[in-house]
């Protein structure tokens, strides 16, 4: 089997491989870890290069973390045609049904974490830490991709008309957010515009606004920062050591991926069509109080 990683952050990719190698060792698997480096054509060749290969040594399954959107519908079609199962994780793609219809024995598979439900999540914790209301920066991941138009949406649903959004884009890590913020700090309309919050849509780029606001716009420093993912080292221990306000814990979904790709194996019968597994606020939705209450 191959699992082919987005790696765009190290920390994620870290949890990420080795979820995928443990959940082989323990299902018994051979299982290899291939990296994509965010570049989308590099991953083309790695996948392709395991579809063609010769039939003794073809993965019986591609679990796949997409570089970008739907590039990739090339690709599935050629695997599934081949026989071999496709496992498509946090991401939408239009064209799983039609390849599902075609290959019915054949699994094509979307698991991932319930997006818009993250969005929620962020947006609940908004107004729990801004009872009032107020600005949020929404710092979000690619334009085109579907995780974060899903938690935008999420977002903007809880919070309504009490808050006012202000959005800037990165591509899910720190120096990225941080070149977009300090883009955004010599417009003009930035002046009149000092967030109440940042909301982020993974850790990494919240940690990134913070070293722009700390270098900066000192003055901004000290308000409330909410990530997403809670890595043990990452978004959990920032939250714990005060710098982060919130994050959630996003589960790896790599390992389920892998688990449903062996039942396949043992049993053929195949996966739905999607699988979705649940994240959670961090510190609990229950636990958060009004910014700067103690």
Same mark, same amino acid.
């Given at each position: 089997m191959l699992v082919s990683l987005l790696s765009e952050d190290q920390d994620f990719q870290? +949890?990420?491989? /080795?979820? @995928? !190698? /443990?959940t082989g !060792? !323990?299902?018994g698997m051979g299982v290899e870890v291939v990296f994509a480096e965010s570049h989308a054509v590099q991953q083309i060749q790695q996948l392709?290069?395991? $579809?063609h290969a010769p039939e003794g040594e073809r993965p019986a399954a591609l679990v796949v973390e997409?570089?970008? &959107? /739907? &590039?990739? %519908?090339r690709v599935a079609r050629n695997a599934v045609r081949a026989g071999i199962g496709w496992f498509l994780v946090n991401i939408r793609a239009g064209y799983i049904d039609e390849l599902r219809k075609a290959h019915p024995k054949v699994p094509v598979t979307m698991i991932g =974490?319930?997006?818009t439900e993250v969005g929620r999540i962020q947006g609940r914790q908004c107004r729990a830490l801004l009872p009032d209301g107020g600005r949020v920066l929404s710092v979000q991941g690619p334009a085109?991709? =579907?995780? =974060?138009h899903q938690r935008s949406e999420g977002l903007l649903e809880v919070l309504g008309e009490d808050f006012e959004v202000r959005t800037l884009n990165g591509d899910w890590t720190a120096v990225a957010a941080d070149k977009a913020v300090m883009a955004w700090l010599r417009l003009k309309s930035a002046a009149a515009f000092q967030p109440d919050i940042v909301a982020a849509q993974n850790d990494l780029m919240a940690v990134g606004v913070r070293k722009a606001f700390t270098t900066n716009r000192p003055d901004w420093a000290t308000i409330p920062y909410i990530g997403s993912d809670g890595l043990a080292q990452g978004g959990r221990k920032l939250v714990e050591d005060g710098a982060f306000a919130a994050t959630i814990l996003t589960p790896s979904n790599i390992g389920p @991926? $892998? %688990?449903l790709a062996k039942a396949w194996l043992d049993s053929g019968q195949v996966p739905p069509r999607d699988v979705v597994l649940e994240a959670r606020s961090y510190p609990? /939705? +229950?636990d958060l109080q009004p910014w700067g209450v103690s």
């Open positions: 870290v +949890m990420q491989a /080795e979820d @995928a !190698r /443990e !060792r !323990r299902l392709f290069k395991a $579809i997409p570089a970008v &959107g /739907e &590039g990739l %519908e =974490t319930d997006q085109d991709s =579907t995780v =974060t @991926a $892998i %688990e609990a /939705e +229950m």
